[in-house]
């Protein structure tokens, strides 16, 4: 089976910073097809209705859009995020909302071929880790599954936030603990249960999910092997296509941590993969095929691993060369 995966990286406008990868999963490889450029760090990439958006992570912040065409991609345009460093972007029907790691959060709007600003939220306060939380951080945007709300990471404030999605008005406000610094989410597909990683101390934590957009602290599992004592930062969160198996991705220490979930959403202690790439970032669980693709942003370069039966991934040998990759999302996917 043949999947289509568009690759964000950081990238100076004039060079190639999108790339469009093919994997074909029945003879295990990895080809890059495309690469794009015109827009400077496209870290973080999401589709909606045949169009790609880019959070381009540069201190004028700006969000692009891409018309996704049969011959490629081709730029529209950009629109002001209004801060520095939108470093996540979320998007769907005629609509974008950008993570800014300046500490906001910004909506946009798709008229034709036209992307415009239209909210903006300013988020305040900080954290007890003085070196990465003097400020505000905003780092990710996650729609709740009521299709009304957004869970919005706030890094350098430990705290999760509840937007209004239509609105962009922050209904609830709930605290994770002090320096975890919470970085991505992300929904289970069956259970009310969502997981979010720590960035800071490279944790992994479990909410419940309730109605009118409320989550509730579950429990919390340390991510790295107990016999670590380096430099280390949790990067991202997938499950496996069957939903047995949770991993998270960790910097520094540059390894997996694979939870085993449990038929009500919940985690065991985790197993441990170490990594052979520098920097694993974000990374994608292929829909019904037991694989990860993962972006390795100081080896420069996106990998193939394999699931095997017990839960663990194996590196296929598969590797392409891709500069400073830090976003895996699947062509046709929100």
Not at 6 to 15: F, L, Q
Not at 109 to 121: D, H, I, P
Not at 276 to 289: I, M, V, W
Request: hydrophobic letters at 35%; aromatic letters at 8%.
């Amino acid at each position: 089976m043949n999947h289509t995966l568009w690759i964000g990286s950081y990238a100076k406008k004039e060079e190639p910073g999108i790339y469009k990868v093919i994997v074909d999963t029945d003879n295990e490889t990895l080809a890059v097809k495309n690469r794009y450029s015109g827009v400077e760090n496209p870290s973080f990439l999401a589709e909606a209705d045949s169009y790609l958006y880019a959070a381009s992570e540069s201190m004028d912040g700006k969000a692009a859009l891409f018309a996704i065409e049969s011959d490629g991609l081709v730029l529209k345009g950009t629109a002001d995020s209004g801060e520095m460093a939108p470093c996540h972007i979320y998007a769907e029907d005629t609509y974008a909302w950008t993570a800014n790691y300046g500490g906001s959060v910004t909506k946009y709007e798709r008229s034709g071929e036209t992307l415009a600003k239209t909210a903006f939220s300013k988020h305040e306060g900080s954290g007890p880790n003085e070196e990465r939380q003097d400020a505000p951080h905003v780092h990710s945007i996650t729609p709740f599954p009521d299709g009304k709300h957004l869970l919005v990471c706030d890094l350098g404030t430990d705290t999760l936030a509840v937007y209004n999605k239509d609105t962009l008005e922050i209904i609830k406000e709930v605290k994770a603990a002090p320096g975890a610094g919470p970085r991505m989410t992300l929904f289970h597909p069956k259970k009310p249960i969502v997981y979010v990683m720590n960035e800071l101390d490279s944790t992994v934590s479990i909410y419940k999910v309730g109605d009118q957009g409320s989550i509730t602290h579950l429990d919390t599992f340390a991510g790295l092997p107990s016999a670590y004592s380096g430099e280390h930062t949790g990067a991202d969160l997938q499950l496996s296509p069957d939903q047995q198996f949770l991993y998270a991705t960790i910097r520094g220490w540059n390894g997996l941590a694979v939870f085993d979930v449990g038929v009500d959403g919940s985690l065991s202690k985790p197993r441990h993969v170490k990594l052979d790439g520098k920097t694993p970032r974000s990374f994608y669980a292929l829909e019904n095929d037991p694989y990860l693709v993962i972006a390795y942003q100081d080896s420069n370069e996106v990998c193939l691993l394999k699931i095997e039966e017990n839960g663990l991934p194996v590196f296929t040998g598969q590797r392409v060369s891709v500069t400073e990759p830090v976003c895996v999302i699947k062509k046709g996917e929100n």
